[in-house]
């Protein structure tokens, strides 16, 4: 029985309660929660024997696969401290995450051989490379075989706490990577729902509820699309673990909508979690592409979190699987959730204002009409790890309480919402008015005959930055003029929101888990 608020208490306690049911379902392997805890079990202690201790950090260097899951839940039982690696990274990326995190175990696929046999050097905290098979017959000298861990005779239990961390590296994409602290418990209830999500009695309590989450709640399927390296995905799989779902993992290396479907339909998969509109658009437009192809009156959500969901696209897809409720939620990696958005006559969605959420306007708590960037408290990381700068610039102390403050710039208004336009780091100011690109980025999306698009601001000497949308073209579709454009998005935003200028490419460059990066599109636009 669980004793603390600790993931890997609580998901011992869910193995104990339901230990036959499906836990996960992949193409490589199906495993029951009594087999995947026993394998994460004897994975840490195959890690132990080799003097992997609490406090420890692992880093999960792998693409979607059971390993991904049971390296994380491993980690969790010792004590020590998994994070996220995006397998996209090249060498000096990974050298700087490596050394950044102070790694003391790197679990990575076996074609990643090499390039953790050239790092190893370079990274003095580390005691142990795990590699983990993939199909590639890579020469995995230097590494662990992570089958032969996984034969390791059980040892344990560990040393534990709710003040153990687990860190969730942030993309990138505006910045170099940082690890943001989040405790156990603080993880629990802003980045898992506290275990309430797929139960009637809510969140847990105390920690022995979490096996009426398990016994009580209801009996679905979760599939998250989107990466594990992405901690959305990783918010989306607790939450479902704790409540003793089965996840359907897809391991395939590109985003597939057709084989996504298939296996929407196969495995019979309730809740289809996803990433924003990169992935939504695609999903659209394979339903659209293919009428009637899947039976799919099973799904009961589709879910988005981390990222633009346009309202166009909800209502598209509330139209082709209409057993489906529509859900769109908010957070980032610094507050964890922070509730479902509303649509907004402005900006890019609503969100309520309470007690653990309000907008900070200058080292203080925000007023009514001013704007601000939203924060929440309570239930919070502590910091960012090895960065004591940016911790104090993000984790605040504000009326005597800390406050996580979020890139995102809010306005808190008379009914007591907060209308969100967007991150403020990537801020345009053209002429002293502020244009957030996620709003623009929208309206172009509605575009019939755009794709995809990303907006960043281009130096200009009159107003100081002009907006230039970098675009892609649908693959039927004539580009349209930079004017028909402009007709088309006067409906839709304020003169001056819209592009100057149109930059055309093949392909809007996104993070794996869909996110735009905007280092890239400033680069574009500068040339626009």
């Known amino acids: 029985m669980a004793t603390q608020f600790h993931l890997a208490d609580l998901f011992e306690t869910v193995a104990a309660t339901v230990p036959d049911r499906v836990a996960i379902i992949s193409d490589s392997a199906r495993l029951t929660y009594a087999e995947l805890n026993d394998q994460a079990g004897r994975l840490a202690s195959g890690l132990a024997?080799?003097?992997?201790?609490?406090?420890?950090?692992?880093?999960?260097?792998?693409?979607?696969?059971p390993a991904y899951l049971l390296g994380f839940i491993a980690a969790c039982k010792l004590g020590a401290v998994p994070y996220n690696v995006n397998y996209r990274y090249?060498?000096?990326?990974?050298?700087?995450?490596?050394?950044?995190?102070?790694?003391?175990?790197?679990?990575?696929?076996?074609?990643?051989?090499?390039?953790?046999?050239?790092?190893?050097?370079d990274i003095p905290t580390l005691k142990v490379t795990v590699a983990?098979?993939?199909?590639?017959?890579?020469?995995?000298?230097?590494?662990?075989?992570?089958?032969?861990?996984?034969?390791?005779?059980?040892?344990?239990?560990?040393?534990?706490?709710?003040?153990?961390?687990i860190l969730s590296y942030t993309g990138g994409t505006t910045g170099m990577?940082?690890?943001?602290?989040?405790?156990?418990?603080?993880?629990?209830?802003?980045?898992?729902?506290?275990?309430?999500?797929?139960n009637p009695a809510g969140p847990v309590q105390k920690p022995e509820d979490i096996a009426d989450r398990a016994a009580n709640g209801y009996p679905l399927k979760m599939f998250p699309l989107a990466p594990l390296m992405h901690m959305a995905a990783v918010w989306a799989t607790w939450s479902a673990l704790l409540n003793g779902l089965t996840i359907i993992l897809d391991e395939g290396r590109t985003f597939d909508p057709e084989k996504i479907f298939d296996t929407v339909e196969r495995e019979g998969a309730n809740l289809i979690q996803f990433v924003g509109d990169a992935m939504a658009t695609p999903l659209r437009d394979t339903l659209r592409a293919h009428p009637g192809r899947w039976k799919l009156d099973h799904v009961m959500n589709l879910g988005s979190g981390g990222a633009v969901f346009s309202q166009h696209l909800k209502d598209d897809l509330k139209a082709m699987i209409p057993s489906a409720s529509i859900t769109d939620g908010m957070g980032s990696s610094e507050t964890g959730v922070s509730g479902m958005a509303e649509k907004s006559a402005e900006g890019v969605m609503r969100l309520a204002a309470n007690e653990n959420q309000q907008v900070i306007v200058d080292d203080?708590?925000?007023?009514?009409?001013?704007?601000?960037?939203?924060?929440?408290?309570?239930?919070?990381?502590?910091?960012?790890y090895n960065d004591p700068v940016k911790t104090a610039e993000t984790f605040q102390i504000v009326d005597g309480k800390l406050w996580?403050?979020?890139?995102?710039?809010?306005?808190?208004?008379?009914?007591?919402?907060?209308?969100?336009?967007?991150?403020?780091?990537?801020?345009?100011?053209?002429?002293?008015?502020?244009?957030?690109?996620?709003?623009?980025?929208?309206?172009?999306?509605?575009?019939?005959?755009?794709?995809?698009?990303?907006?960043?601001?281009?130096?200009?000497d009159r107003w100081g930055e002009r907006v230039v949308g970098i675009v892609s073209r649908r693959a039927d579709a004539i580009a349209p003029s930079?004017?028909?454009?402009?007709?088309?998005?006067?409906?839709?935003?304020?003169?001056?929101?819209?592009?100057?200028?149109?930059?055309?490419?093949?392909?809007?460059?996104r993070s794996p888990a869909g996110k735009q990066d905007y280092r890239w599109a400033k680069d574009m636009a500068a040339d626009a």
């Open 49 to 65: 024997a080799h003097g992997v201790a609490r406090g420890d950090k692992i880093g999960l260097y792998l693409y979607n696969s």
């Open 90 to 121: 090249r060498a000096d990326e990974l050298r700087y995450l490596f050394t950044n995190a102070d790694s003391a175990v790197i679990l990575h696929g076996a074609e990643f051989t090499p390039i953790i046999r050239d790092l190893r050097n």
């Open 132 to 165: 983990v098979p993939d199909g590639s017959n890579t020469d995995i000298s230097g590494s662990l075989d992570y089958v032969q861990l996984l034969a390791t005779s059980p040892t344990g239990p560990w040393d534990r706490g709710e003040d153990d961390i």
């Open 177 to 198: 990577p940082k690890g943001v602290m989040w405790p156990h418990r603080a993880f629990l209830f802003a980045c898992a729902g506290g275990a309430g999500y797929f």
């Open 364 to 384: 203080r708590i925000g007023k009514v009409g001013e704007t601000g960037f939203i924060a929440r408290t309570g239930n919070t990381p502590v910091g960012y």
């Open 404 to 460: 996580a403050v979020s890139g995102d710039a809010g306005r808190l208004d008379e009914d007591g919402m907060i209308t969100m336009f967007g991150r403020g780091s990537t801020c345009i100011n053209s002429g002293g008015e502020k244009i957030f690109p996620e709003e623009v980025e929208e309206a172009l999306r509605a575009h019939p005959a755009i794709f995809d698009a990303v907006v960043a601001g281009q130096k200009d």
């Open 482 to 509: 930079l004017d028909e454009v402009k007709a088309f998005l006067s409906d839709r935003l304020a003169g001056y929101k819209i592009p100057k200028a149109l930059v055309w490419v093949d392909d809007v460059k």
